[in-house]
């Protein structure tokens, strides 16, 4: 599959426009995807640590939901990011 990336750039840099290669709203989604994307993948194992930790005790509530809630921040700044810039 990486034999063919110079070809595809040679195409895209033949077609002589100055239009990005993919619109603004692609972009956007694309980032706020991958943003929830990464989330998904840090809250796998965050999530069942945090249930196993309250279940052996109790005071460790705010401190799981902290850590659950921590990786959701990367949805959040993707979408200010998207909305200021």
């Given at each position: 599959?990486?034999?063919?990336?110079?070809?595809?750039a040679?195409?895209?840099?033949?077609?002589?426009?100055?239009?990005?290669?993919?619109?603004?709203?692609?972009?956007a989604?694309l980032?706020?995807?991958?943003?929830?994307?990464?989330?998904?993948?840090?809250e796998?194992g965050?999530?069942?640590?945090?249930?196993?930790?309250?279940?052996?005790?109790?005071?460790?509530?705010?401190?799981?939901?902290?850590?659950?809630?921590?990786?959701?921040?990367?949805?959040?700044?993707?979408?200010v990011?998207?909305?200021?810039?």
């Amino acid at each position: 599959m990486l034999e063919i990336a110079p070809e595809l750039a040679n195409v895209v840099l033949q077609e002589g426009s100055n239009a990005p290669a993919i619109p603004s709203a692609s972009a956007a989604a694309l980032a706020v995807g991958l943003a929830a994307f990464g989330a998904g993948y840090a809250e796998r194992g965050i999530g069942s640590a945090a249930v196993g930790a309250v279940a052996e005790d109790e005071d460790l509530f705010v401190t799981g939901l902290i850590f659950t809630v921590l990786p959701e921040t990367l949805v959040i700044l993707a979408l200010v990011t998207i909305f200021l810039v």
